[in-house]
Every structure is written in structure tokens, then in C-alpha cells.
């Protein structure tokens, strides 16, 4: 089933701004917020969509890789898996132009055209770990514990391969240079020296845990520091953790791709914070106060008001997210949302109806008598 294109799934043209971007994505971000769409799983899937494409969009160099290539500019890295989850060779070791160029045509360069016959480094591959923290934890930072299947050196051999403590001794055919030459013609062909597959050494009594490959798979257990302010998609390298080299090579590296998950109440916008209140009808009309949720677990109080409509904001500075690796933090923006009371008392409907026969005046709803004073005026020209 193909993707959705992230233009349309956040409803802007592919030449839109990024102030474009913003406000369309908090405006259906609100709109699918799972804290108003409680139990509806169409809405949280939107909410996620969205959330996928503003944070690729957002992202000049991502953009960039999309509007060329599409979904398909990260399908090699594919989202991360809900809970966390282990990827291996989303990194490989080494690759680049050189090593895809000698690969193609390593075995049939001329003699003298290319480089001295190398032998293989052993390194072992690069990990990947998908891992989904709250937004509490990014706010805070947090120390995880992680377990990554993966090679370790064989504890029987110390890592070398061969059975009781002896070291691989030089390859009889290449000499240790893991290459060898043939002459054909004009040419001297070199290829990988089939009986050490290029490393230049073998191995005469391998190790009967590893197989002679110095490495076993086990399940490492990892503390990973996420650090405050982390953003979704952010990326964390482990030097040295990922899977041991062979026969003693160095080991590659573990990088932890982040995920942060929706949260119930906010919605994040880099360092600011959105969030939606609901004020009672006769407090947005009278006036008052109204307390907040923070990130940081207290109240705020904010004072509203009288005659405050649905969709004002409330500034409260330095009450968003952490910047990573800075002392400063972002604002949290609360946005009112004036809730019509239901339910109403006998009593209770003959006082809003007094104050409907009482309030018959522009000034107490001037942006319904001024829509209701244009529609006049459409039919008074539809008329004529």
C-alpha cells in the first residue's frame, strides 16, 4: 500500500513556506489530537501521518532528499517500530563510492592500475536501535536500558578464532596479502585469495564455539543517556557497540534513532509547546483565571479575560521544552476553546433565555451581527 504524499497529508502546496508548514501542521495536529479524539483510532493514525510529514518537511536537507526521491528517499532507514527495536546493518561498515567501484571491477583491474592488495580490516557491522521515549522523558532526560542482539568476541578464544590459544598463521597462498594474481595476456588479473577470503590469515584448529570467526551472538544489556531537550528522529552514537570485528577486527558502532511519542495533552513544535484548555461559557464571559498542566508536572494560572473567544492564545515564556545542550527553553502556548454548557436546568435555561431576549445588542456579539449584517447585504444585492 503506497504512502501518502506528505504535501497533501498536510494540505499545502510543495512550494509552501515554513511558516506555511507550521501553521497548517498546528492546525490539523489540533484538529487529530487523540486528547480530542478519545478512542478513535483514525484520528490518531492522521496524527501520526502528520507528525511524520511536518518533521520531514521541516527539515530543508529531508526535504530536499523527498522532493527528489519521495518516500523512497528513506524507506533504507525505515520508521522506527512502535516500543522500541533492534535494526542491524542500517549503517554498513565502509561503504562508499571507492569500495562499490572495487567491488564491480576489483577482480579485473590491470596490474599496477589500482592498489596494493589489501587485506580485510574485520570490522563488524554497524546497529541500529529504534527506540520511542514520552515526552516527559525528553523534557527530562533519562537514562535507558537497552538489549541489542548482537556479536560479541568468543570468550573460548579471547576473539582470535583458533582453538586453544593459538593465532592464525599467514595464508600459504597469498603470503598475507589476501589477493592473489594470475597473468592473462597483456593482463595481470588479481583477485580475492579463495582460500583466506582476503584477510591473509587462516586459521589450522578454529575454535569450536565461534567456528574460527573469533565472535559468538549474545544479547548485550546497554545504559543509553537521552538528554534533555532530544528531538524526534535525533540519532545517538555509541562508539564501539555494535557487532565485534572477526577474529579480533574492530567493532562497529551502535546508533539509537529517537522517537518521541504523542502525548495526551501537547503537541510539540521544536522548543515551544501548544496546548488546548477548555474554559467554561460564562468564565471566557465574565473574566477570570483558569490553571494549566506544565511538562515540568505543576500548575500554571492564567487570568482570562472577559469576552474571550475560542482560539486565543496565552503566552507563558520559558515554560516548553529544554534546548538541547542549552540552559534556554522554549514558551508554552495555551489556546482557549469556550465550551458551550449542556445539560441545562429548567432554571438554568430560563436565565440564558432572559439573557438572549436582554442581549439583543451588536456590541454583546459583534462578529455574529457583523456576519449576519454581510448576509443582509448578499440577499439585498441578489434581489436587485
Not at 501521518?49 to 522532493?67: F, G, I, S, T
Request: charged residues 25%; aromatic residues 8%; glycine residues 14%.
Amino acid at each position: 500500500m503506497s504512502k501518502e504524499d506528505y504535501y497533501r497529508i498536510l494540505g499545502v502546496e510543495r512550494d509552501a513556506g515554513p511558516e506555511d508548514l507550521k501553521r497548517a501542521y498546528r492546525k490539523l495536529a489540533m484538529q487529530c489530537h487523540p486528547d480530542r479524539n478519545p478512542g478513535d483510532k483514525d484520528a490518531e493514525r492522521r496524527f501520526k501521518e502528520l507528525n511524520e510529514a511536518y518533521e520531514v518537511l521541516r527539515d530543508p536537507q529531508k526535504r530536499a532528499a523527498y522532493d527528489r526521491f519521495g518516500h523512497a528517499a528513506f524507506e533504507a532507514g525505515a520508521g522506527a517500530q512502535p516500543g522500541g527495536g533492534f535494526r542491524a546493518g542500517g549503517f554498513g561498515a565502509g561503504t562508499g563510492f571507492a569500495d562499490i567501484f572495487e567491488e564491480m571491477f576489483g577482480d579485473f583491474m590491470a596490474g599496477g592500475g589500482r592498489r596494493g592488495g589489501s587485506r580485510g580490516s574485520g570490522r563488524g557491522s554497524d546497529l541500529r536501535y529504534n527506540l520511542e521515549i514520552s515526552l516527559e522523558e525528553a523534557f527530562t532526560g533519562n537514562q535507558a536500558t537497552i538489549r541489542v542482539p548482537t556479536a560479541v568476541p568468543c570468550e573460548s578464544c579471547d576473539g582470535s578464532g583458533s582453538a586453544g590459544g593459538t593465532g592464525p598463521s599467514t595464508c600459504p597462498t597469498c603470503r598475507g596479502i589476501g589477493r592473489v594474481r594470475t597473468q592473462s595476456g597483456f593482463f595481470t588479473v588479481e583477485r580475492t585469495c579463495p582460500t583466506c577470503g582476503g584477510s591473509g590469515q587462516v586459521i589450522k584448529d578454529p575454535c569450536r564455539t565461534c567456528s574460527g570467526s573469533g565472535r559468538v551472538q549474545r544479547e548485550k544489556t546497554l545504559q543509553v543517556t537521552i538528554p534533555a531537550g532530544v528531538e524526534d528522529g535525533m540519532r545517538i552514537r555509541l562508539a564501539g557497540e555494535g557487532e565485534a570485528g572477526v577474529r579480533g577486527g574492530p567493532s562497529g558502532d551502535l546508533y539509537i534513532f529517537v522517537t518521541v511519542a504523542p502525548h495526551r495533552f501537547f503537541v510539540r513544535d521544536g522548543a515551544n509547546i501548544h496546548c488546548r484548555v477548555p474554559i467554561p461559557m460564562t468564565r471566557a464571559a465574565l473574566g477570570g483565571s483558569v490553571e494549566v498542566p506544565t511538562l515540568e508536572g505543576s500548575r500554571a494560572r492564567i487570568s482570562v479575560p472577559a469576552g474571550t473567544q475560542t482560539g486565543r492564545q496565552f503566552r507563558l515564556k520559558g515554560k516548553g521544552m529544554p534546548v538541547l545542550r542549552s540552559t534556554a527553553r522554549g514558551d508554552l502556548f495555551v489556546e482557549t476553546v469556550v465550551e458551550t454548557p449542556v445539560n441545562l436546568t429548567d432554571k438554568q435555561q430560563r436565565l440564558l433565555e432572559e439573557f438572549e431576549e436582554a442581549g439583543q445588542q451588536e456590541d454583546h456579539s459583534p462578529e455574529s451581527h457583523g456576519f449576519f449584517a454581510k448576509v443582509k447585504e448578499l440577499w439585498a444585492d441578489l434581489r436587485e
